[in-house]
Nanobody, 122 residues
Framework: VQLQAYGGGLVQAGGSLRLSCAAS????????MGWFRQAPGKEREFVAA????????FYADSVKGRFTVSRDNAKNTVYLQMNSLKPEDTAVYYC????????????????WGQGTEVTVSS
């Protein structure tokens, strides 16, 4: 599975962005998908995950209620809708495939996209 994340950019605090992650390969629908982020000087952290069928979603406490993860298996794409963005959301965002049942642990994901940068100005 090859993953390509896009949709990042510069946005003011309180604004919204939608990230997308397009996957190649016919096995996309068999993988849980996760979003992670890494801010400058910090470790990569879990943001959100969705199970293979989209029936269950999981979020980091820091984004719960503001971000929504979803997927369209017919389009081989997973999305991360980000609302009420804060400066502390500034990071490079990565999508990943694997993750068992929507794990929050990065080592449980087998495939990673290249990342898309999100900058939230105050």
């Amino acid at each position: 599975v090859q993953l390509q994340a896009y949709g990042g950019g510069l946005v003011q605090a309180g604004g919204s962005l939608r990230l997308s992650c397009a996957a190649s390969g016919r096995t996309f629908s068999t993988y849980a998908m996760g979003w992670f982020r890494q801010a400058p000087g910090k470790e990569r952290e879990f943001v959100a995950a969705v199970t293979w069928g989209g029936g269950s979603t999981f979020y980091a406490d820091s984004v719960k209620g503001r971000f929504t993860v979803s997927r369209d298996n017919a389009k081989n794409t997973v999305y991360l809708q980000m609302n009420s963005l804060k400066p502390e959301d500034t990071a490079v965002y990565y999508c990943a495939a694997g993750g068992g049942y929507g794990s929050r642990w990065s080592h449980e994901y087998d495939y990673w996209g290249q990342g898309t940068e999100v900058t939230v100005s105050s």
